[in-house]
């Protein structure tokens, strides 16, 4: 297995990855969801921090972090229905960890659905743990 960065030529081939592994990510009733305008929206920025995990070409994970100077978050760490607990996951919040630490990160942030239990045990196995605070959202668009 191999991490790399996303560039736009992965563009197509992501879109279709979330669509399987997020099913959330097919609900046009939350548009902020939107794979095709995220991936886009990220490459855009240009942080460097988006990457994807591939064996034998094939797409296998996906991680998404942001970090503003106060905290990092991760979004969109997905891997392969088929590929679970075979330490991908492991391996792709690692890469993005470290790159957030040598950004100068103090704390990582990350918002799991409350109904995903599979989620939320691998946050908790890795070493995550619930914030006392309450997630507020605002559509902007």
Not at 10 to 26: C, H, K, L, M, S
Not at 75 to 102: F, K, P, T
Request: charged share 25%.
């Amino acid at each position: 297995m191999q991490i790399r960065a996303v560039v736009a030529d992965d563009i197509d081939t992501v879109v279709a990855f979330w669509r399987d592994v997020f099913p959330e990510y097919n609900d046009p009733a939350r548009p902020q969801r939107d794979p095709r305008t995220n991936i886009v929206r990220k490459l855009a920025f240009g942080d460097g921090l988006f990457w994807l995990a591939t064996d034998d070409g094939a797409v296998v994970g996906t991680v998404m972090a942001g970090y503003d100077g106060h905290r990092g978050w991760i979004y969109s760490l997905g891997v392969d229905r088929g590929r679970r607990d075979h330490g991908i996951g492991r391996a792709l919040l690692a890469h993005a960890e470290d790159a957030l630490r040598q950004r100068g990160c103090p704390k990582v942030n990350v918002q799991v659905l409350e109904s995903n239990a599979g989620a939320r045990a691998f946050w908790q196995a890795a070493g995550y743990a619930p914030d006392p605070v309450v997630s507020f959202g605002r559509r902007l668009r």
